[in-house]
């Protein structure tokens, strides 16, 4: 199993201005996983983060707005950038990780709920 | 694109069993269904799994049926606690193997006194 936290669990902030939420993991993941939840919405996959490399981002997310590190195998950020009222959503941290039998099984952080005004 | 089709809500009362149902009509030979729910305010948290046979656990049980084109999520004696909105995903199960996992709009439970 995987306990994920992350922070802050939420925010309010003003439009224009940067916020960096961040995950930690305590245990070493390869992958990372960044997902946005906008209201009354699925989840969307931002972008995955390897350790070591630059994230790969899905379609309609880019670097410049979504910029993630990661630093090493158990912690990850995502900022979201010059915010705008669009970008108020909870945004989800989660990892891949073994349960019994062998199988794969996805873990969640409890989200950063975001409001931007 | 979502792999998955599930009607968007239900009602269950109290007690009785919530059967969930899910279609994956192009689901792949290696790829297991997944169910999630999703309670407000919260990270989804995973339910069960399976591949080909029925499974249960202590939350719930899996049918799937013999084409694998769908399945059928059943809380047995459904408690106000499960309200929640329920993800049916489809995905590989190997650690290691990874592979973008899709969520659909879902199915929001709503159980009811």
């Known amino acids: 199993s995987a306990v994920i936290s992350q922070k802050p669990s939420r925010d309010i902030c003003q439009r224009g201005t940067s916020l960096t939420i961040q995950c930690q993991v305590d245990?070493?993941?390869?992958?990372m996983f960044w997902y946005r939840q906008q209201p009354g919405q699925s989840l969307t996959l931002i972008a995955t983060a390897n350790q070591g490399s630059e994230a790969t981002y899905e379609s309609g997310f880019v670097i410049d707005k979504f910029p993630i590190s990661r630093p090493n195998l158990t912690f990850s950020t995502l900022t979201v950038s010059n915010m705008s009222p669009e970008d108020s959503s909870i945004y989800l941290c989660?990892?891949?990780?073994?349960?019994?039998?062998?199988?794969?099984?996805?873990?969640f952080g409890q989200g950063t709920r975001l409001t931007v005004v | 694109d979502a792999k998955t089709t599930q009607p968007p809500s239900m009602d269950c009362a109290e007690g009785r069993a919530a059967n969930l149902p899910c279609n994956h009509s192009t689901i792949s030979g290696n790829e297991y269904v997944y169910w999630y729910r999703q309670i407000h305010s919260q990270g989804p948290q995973y339910i069960i799994h399976?591949?080909?046979n029925n499974e249960t656990n202590e939350m719930a049980s899996l049918i799937i049926t013999e084409d694998r084109k769908s399945s059928t999520l059943i809380l047995p004696h459904a408690t106000l606690r499960d309200t929640a909105v329920y993800y049916c995903i489809v995905r590989v199960a190997r650690v290691g193997g990874y592979q973008k996992v899709t969520f659909g709009t879902g199915t929001k439970l709503q159980v009811i006194p």
């Open positions: 399976g591949l080909k």
């Open positions: 245990s070493q993941v390869t992958m």
């Open positions: 989660s990892v891949d990780g073994s349960r019994q039998g062998g199988n794969t099984e996805a873990f």
